[in-house]
């Protein structure tokens, strides 16, 4: 069965179905009751399935104020339900002392609109307890350091990439009944186009040949703080989303690199029927970047 075709027959199910499987997220300050709106996600084989991303971010500094705003803006333009994240969601450190100044706060209009996030951990966020207290805090949306997520016929392989569990991986990777995309995200790059932080560990080696074997679409990481993609890669892309607001890397050009840029940005990406398009946005609002993948399939 084609993309297309099962993109509308999710599409059809989904139009009958009403709400989220996941509870509400407690509320962002203290003594504050936390209502979010009802989520506006609209998914069809028109339209497309359209979330965000976003790495390297929890600074607290007004760029991530400016980076959440322009989210808002592209969602009251184009509702997605979820943003997820490539980790370092808190620096330095991880600590829950900044959870509100660093989180809360600056993302306080996704939430009202009432956006959910999707996180997984840096290394950053492992310097307190281990990250345990992100995987404590229901607003990150983590599900455990490795958890899968199905969405409108996405299927969201999160990953903790400090500690790399390839039998898990291998195993989270199996499809199911009416995945159409399988998007794996984590910390640490497969390919790096920066001399901020080099390609990781056996990454490079081990893991394409198996996203390869399972069907991966799309892989974004984060870990060095600029935008880049790479080539398509047996029909992959990997796309690196680390300039959310931490202090940029410089930028290093690969055999394997398409475009690297450093930015402050996000990603905006809309799965449709039969390809992915990608847009990287700038913290003037302005793309600075896109690319569409049409996957393994």
């Not at 706060?105 to 956006?115: D, I, K, N, T």
Request: aromatic fraction near 10%; hydrophobic fraction near 35%.
């Amino acid at each position: 069965m084609s993309k297309a075709l099962r993109m509308s027959c999710v599409a059809l199910v989904l139009a009958l179905m009403t709400g989220c499987a996941f509870d509400d997220p407690p509320a962002a300050d203290p003594g504050a009751p936390f209502v979010p709106e009802p989520a506006q996600t609209t998914v069809s084989p028109d339209v497309g399935y359209h979330f965000a991303a976003i790495g390297d971010w929890g600074t607290g500094w007004e760029i991530e104020y400016t980076l959440a705003r322009r989210m808002c803006e592209l969602h009251d333009e184009s509702a997605f339900e979820f943003v997820v994240t490539a980790g370092d969601n808190i620096y330095e450190t991880g600590a829950p002392r900044d959870f509100d100044e660093k989180f809360f706060q600056p993302m306080r209009c996704l939430h009202r609109r009432g956006v959910r996030f999707r996180a997984v951990l840096g290394n950053h966020d492992l310097l307190t307890r281990n990250g345990r207290p992100e995987l404590n805090e229901p607003r990150f949306g983590m599900n455990g350091r490795n958890y899968v997520f199905r969405d409108g016929g996405m299927r969201f392989v999160m990953v903790d990439s400090n500690r790399l569990r390839k039998k898990w991986l291998r195993q989270a990777l199996a499809p199911e009944d009416g995945d159409i995309w399988t998007v794996v995200v984590f910390h640490h790059p497969v390919y790096s186009s920066s001399s901020g932080h080099e390609s990781t560990g056996d990454f490079r080696f081990s893991l394409p040949d198996m996203f390869e074997r399972r069907g991966v679409d799309l892989v974004i990481n984060g870990h060095t703080h600029v935008y880049a993609v790479t080539e398509p890669l047996h029909k992959i892309r990997y796309v690196t989303t680390g300039g959310g607001s931490a202090s940029p890397h410089p930028c290093k050009d690969r055999w394997y690199t398409e475009r690297c840029i450093v930015a402050y940005h996000f990603l905006s990406i809309v799965a449709g029927p039969d390809e992915i398009k990608v847009v990287a946005i700038g913290r003037d609002g302005a793309p600075i970047d896109r690319f569409s993948t049409t996957g393994r399939d």
